[in-house]
Each structure stands twice: as structure tokens, then as C-alpha cells.
């Protein structure tokens, strides 16, 4: 009798130690799916924040050249006045969405590219050219944008 129990207990032995390896296996092959899916939706996420990112700046630099261009053909004229106003209410816009998007230090230097846009469509300069007030601001404004996108 008890040489009919051994090979019973033992091949009982052998199927629990068998389920117990193929549960630790599969256990182990499940997290791994899992953290790799999540590295991947987490680069995808990245990615696609920096293409908004990186839209938006264009979208930005596109509006702050339109001011530039505006303040050098200043007239004066209703027409000049409503597409200056425009351009403005764009580079606010965008102002706040650069808060939104990015850290803090870039939306500092884009306000105050903004400001001095601004300041230069609407109000006369004392002393300087146009370009004289708008280089450093936006000088600076471009280096922290083209550092930012480098990270």
C-alpha cells in the first residue's frame, strides 16, 4: 500500500509544483506587457504634447511676425487700427495657451515678448528704433523656446 501512495503524492507534487512555476510565469510575462504598453502610451503622450508644443509656437511666431510687420506699416487708418487688433488679440491667445503648455520661465519671456509688441504697436517710441525694442525680448523669448523643445 505504500509503495502505491509514493507515486501518487509525488505526481501530485510534480502537477502543484508545475501550476505554481506556470502562475509565477505568466504572472511575470503579464507585468512586463503591462509596464512595456505603458512606456509605450506614455512616449506617445510625449510625442504628441510635443507636436502641440511645437504648433503652438509656430502658431505664435506667426502672429508676432504679423505684429511686427503691422507696427512697422503703422498708418493710423480704421483698417490698419482693426488688423492690429486682430493680430494682438492672437498673440494674447497664445500667450495663455504658451501658460498652459509650458513651464513657467517660457510663458515670463513670451508675456513679455507680448508687451512689448504691444507697446510698440500702439504707443510712440521714445528714442530707438522698433527693432532696438522688440530684440531683446524676443531674443530671448526664441533661445527659451528652442531650449525647452530640446529637452
Same mark, same amino acid.
Given at each position: 500500500? $505504500? @509503495?502505491?501512495?509514493?507515486? /501518487?503524492?509525488?505526481?501530485?507534487?510534480?502537477?502543484? =509544483?508545475?501550476?505554481?512555476?506556470? =502562475?509565477?510565469? $505568466? @504572472?511575470?510575462?503579464?507585468?512586463? +506587457? %503591462?509596464?512595456? %504598453? $505603458?512606456?509605450?502610451? @506614455? /512616449? #506617445?503622450? +510625449? #510625442? /504628441?504634447r510635443r507636436v502641440e508644443q511645437l504648433e503652438l509656437l509656430r502658431q505664435f511666431i506667426r502672429a508676432a511676425q504679423q505684429a511686427e510687420r503691422a507696427a512697422e506699416d503703422r498708418d493710423g487708418t480704421a483698417a490698419w487700427k482693426s488688423a492690429a487688433l486682430d493680430v494682438v488679440d492672437e498673440l494674447w491667445v497664445c500667450e495663455r495657451m504658451i501658460h498652459v503648455l509650458f513651464a513657467s520661465s517660457l510663458h515670463e519671456l513670451a508675456r513679455a515678448y507680448v508687451k512689448a509688441l504691444d507697446h510698440v504697436l500702439w504707443q510712440e517710441l521714445d528714442g530707438g528704433s522698433l527693432w532696438d525694442h522688440l530684440k531683446g525680448p524676443k531674443a530671448s523669448f526664441l533661445a527659451a523656446a528652442r531650449d525647452e523643445l530640446s529637452r
Amino acid at each position: 500500500m $505504500q @509503495t502505491q501512495v509514493w507515486p /501518487a503524492v509525488l505526481s501530485l507534487v510534480g502537477v502543484l =509544483f508545475g501550476g505554481g512555476l506556470s =502562475f509565477l510565469v $505568466q @504572472t511575470t510575462v503579464q507585468r512586463r +506587457a %503591462e509596464r512595456s %504598453e $505603458q512606456r509605450k502610451l @506614455t /512616449a #506617445e503622450r +510625449a #510625442e /504628441a504634447r510635443r507636436v502641440e508644443q511645437l504648433e503652438l509656437l509656430r502658431q505664435f511666431i506667426r502672429a508676432a511676425q504679423q505684429a511686427e510687420r503691422a507696427a512697422e506699416d503703422r498708418d493710423g487708418t480704421a483698417a490698419w487700427k482693426s488688423a492690429a487688433l486682430d493680430v494682438v488679440d492672437e498673440l494674447w491667445v497664445c500667450e495663455r495657451m504658451i501658460h498652459v503648455l509650458f513651464a513657467s520661465s517660457l510663458h515670463e519671456l513670451a508675456r513679455a515678448y507680448v508687451k512689448a509688441l504691444d507697446h510698440v504697436l500702439w504707443q510712440e517710441l521714445d528714442g530707438g528704433s522698433l527693432w532696438d525694442h522688440l530684440k531683446g525680448p524676443k531674443a530671448s523669448f526664441l533661445a527659451a523656446a528652442r531650449d525647452e523643445l530640446s529637452r
